[in-house]
């Protein structure tokens, strides 16, 4: 039986409003929450920003006490979130140079404050170390 966690449905909650958000700037969602079957992670929101596929990674905070909720993407979860990107790449068949990786922060407050950071990190220290 599952219980309820708060901290779930404010993470949900961040998710909805960052897919709100996009769509509201001409953002086409083609997916949201993907998980590949063979590494660990999970993408928050894939889009289309016209030719572009966007990985999305939402990151969201009741206050900033401890800093940015986008600080709190590292090199650690960029490798994740890269190594669940190859595998959707790869079921789907997009190029490499056609994708970036955003990251949309969230404070909660009224109103909730949303910051979309485009093309957050670099992907090709990635590519050319052979990982895809």
Not at 47 to 61: I, N, Q, T
């Amino acid at each position: 039986m599952r219980r309820w966690d708060p901290d779930l449905a404010q993470g949900r909650r961040g998710e909805d409003l960052a897919h709100r958000y996009l769509r509201s700037r001409g953002f086409t969602i083609v997916a949201r929450n993907y998980r590949p079957r063979s590494s660990r992670g999970e993408i928050d929101v894939i889009a289309w920003d016209g030719s572009v596929l966007v990985f999305v990674e939402v990151k969201s905070r009741a206050n900033t006490e401890f800093g940015t909720p986008d600080e709190a993407v590292d090199q650690d979860k960029q490798t994740h979130l890269i190594r669940a990107a190859q595998a959707y790449l790869a079921r789907t068949g997009t190029r490499w140079t056609s994708v970036r990786f955003d990251i949309v922060s969230i404070v909660f407050g009224k109103p909730p404050l949303v910051t979309h950071i485009a093309d957050a990190f670099a992907k090709d220290e990635f590519q050319s170390a052979g990982s895809l």
